[in-house]
């Protein structure tokens, strides 16, 4: 009789599993929770632990991670990310996975449809300086999912993965939002509805302008006033909806050449494409405009003369402006500012390209210095056998930086740490202090710098001294 009863118990089990077709509901005990939630389309999480762990919603698994990363000077994060989105009946298929700041609903760090496994994966690039992220789900222009999740962990430790299963007690796979590309991105989530090849749009930097600086005496250490070679950079990639990379833009305009080298600008990225570049003089006026294909991006100038170069592309080019009709001096105290040439460029690959395949913006930009016939790449992207970096001596010093906003160069002859206090605990740090070095600026300092950005929102602090 007893095993009568245990027979009919479990008939009754494999019925309620088949009709609700969640097993997450019927045990919930496997999430490693207690209490299931009521039924909800709308489910939300607030994530002050990046570690491995698991939400109060025994549904959703947050498997998150924080590392300690390898210092390469640069001032943004490659963070993975992968979420699955399930319902009642199994994976959603075509939910849109957004990263954004909290306060920023307009540019995305992030955005990936669901596939067929209701998976959404891939890089988002994060500025070391943001303290939290809000990561959403949506279907259609329903958010069925939210979390904030903290970027900064301990100290010198930062997010370097997202990983969460995101399961919802509901049926959100028929409401069949707007599509009208047919790409998987409804129109609502998408930036291009009308194009099947892209679905979004990520900027860098979000605050609309950065500022690359170069040293050019490598491999000696130089001046370290780091006004040799500086750009002002803008990118922006569109990605499909599976957030492979099919198109990038940049907008570059040269700032200053404090320089007596010569050299010429370049990046490189991966596969074969369309390349699409004006180039205009310091008067505003356009001077060259290319549009060709190339079988390897292996070696694009960013600012390019003719297409004459991928035929023989040596950086002794005369098809490549030299920085030294480029640019005038700009960084001589008291000095009045000359207008440099600037360069549009799109690039639209041939095949989609993985983010694994190839470096976030600004990308592998890099100078050639045509006096010394050396490359000057940012750190963190070329490794010598022993695993040191290339382009970092031996105490941690850089050749070239970003920074993901507004930035006032040194003047000539001014190490950077006489305009920029906090530099040197930076760097010695190998990253971990003062990842806003460069907004730690106070009256005394400022005058070591040329004045050409007047609207920098400088720290009132400097607590480096």
Not at 226 to 232: A, H, I, R, Y
Not at 287 to 309: A, E, G, Y
Request: charged fraction near 20%; proline fraction near 5%; charge should be negative.
């Amino acid at each position: 009789m007893f095993k009568k009863y245990i027979l009919i118990f479990l008939i009754f089990l494999l019925a309620q599993c088949g009709k609700d077709k969640n097993p997450f509901m019927l045990f919930p005990g496997n999430n490693n929770d207690g209490n299931q939630t009521s039924s909800s389309t709308t489910t939300s999480d607030n994530t002050n632990n990046n570690t491995s762990s698991t939400s109060n919603n025994n549904t959703n698994t947050i498997n998150d991670q924080c590392g300690t990363l390898n210092y390469d000077t640069q001032t943004v994060v490659d963070v993975n990310v992968r979420v699955q989105v399930l319902d009642i009946d199994g994976p959603v298929v075509g939910a849109t996975v957004v990263l954004r700041l909290p306060n920023n609903a307009v540019s995305n760090l992030f955005q990936v449809g669901t596939n067929e496994n209701g998976i959404a994966q891939g890089i988002a690039q994060i500025s070391t300086s943001v303290d939290s992220l809000l990561l959403e789900v949506k279907v259609g222009s329903n958010v069925i999912y939210s979390a904030n999740i903290n970027n900064r962990c301990d100290l010198g430790q930062y997010l370097v993965r997202i990983d969460r299963n995101v399961v919802v007690n509901d049926d959100v796979n028929n409401q069949n939002p707007i599509d009208s590309d047919g790409d998987g991105t409804p129109d609502v989530n998408d930036a291009y509805p009308d194009d099947p090849t892209r679905a979004t749009k990520i900027v860098f930097p979000l605050s609309g302008a950065g500022v690359i600086a170069f040293e050019d005496l490598y491999p000696v250490p130089g001046d370290a006033d780091f006004n040799d070679v500086v750009l002002q950079i803008y990118n922006e990639e569109d990605l499909n909806t599976q957030g492979q990379v099919v198109r990038i833009r940049g907008r570059y305009r040269f700032l200053a050449r404090g320089a007596g080298y010569n050299h010429v600008v370049l990046i490189k990225l991966p596969g074969s494409g369309t390349i699409i570049q004006k180039v205009y003089d310091g008067n505003n006026s356009r001077v060259s405009q290319i549009n060709t294909h190339v079988d390897s991006l292996d070696k694009v100038p960013l600012f390019l003369k003719d297409s004459l170069f991928f035929a023989n592309p040596v950086y002794t080019s005369s098809s490549i402006y030299r920085t030294q009709t480029l640019c005038s001096h700009n960084a001589m105290s008291g000095s009045s500012y000359v207008p440099c040439y600037s360069s549009e460029i799109e690039i639209i690959f041939d095949q989609p390209q993985p983010k694994t395949k190839q470096t976030s913006a600004p990308y592998d930009l890099y100078i050639y210095v045509l006096n010394t016939n050396k490359e000057i790449h940012f750190p963190g992207l070329y490794l010598r056998n022993d695993g040191s970096d290339v382009y970092l001596d031996n105490d941690g010093f850089p050749w070239a930086l970003l920074i993901p906003t507004k930035w006032n160069w040194p003047l000539e002859r001014k190490y950077i740490t006489t305009g920029y206090p906090c530099f040197d605990e930076w760097y010695v740090s190998r990253g971990t202090n003062f990842t806003d070095w460069y907004l730690r600026v106070d009256s005394t300092s400022q005058r070591n710098l040329y004045p050409y950005f007047s609207d920098i929102n400088y720290s009132e602090t400097i607590g480096c001294r």
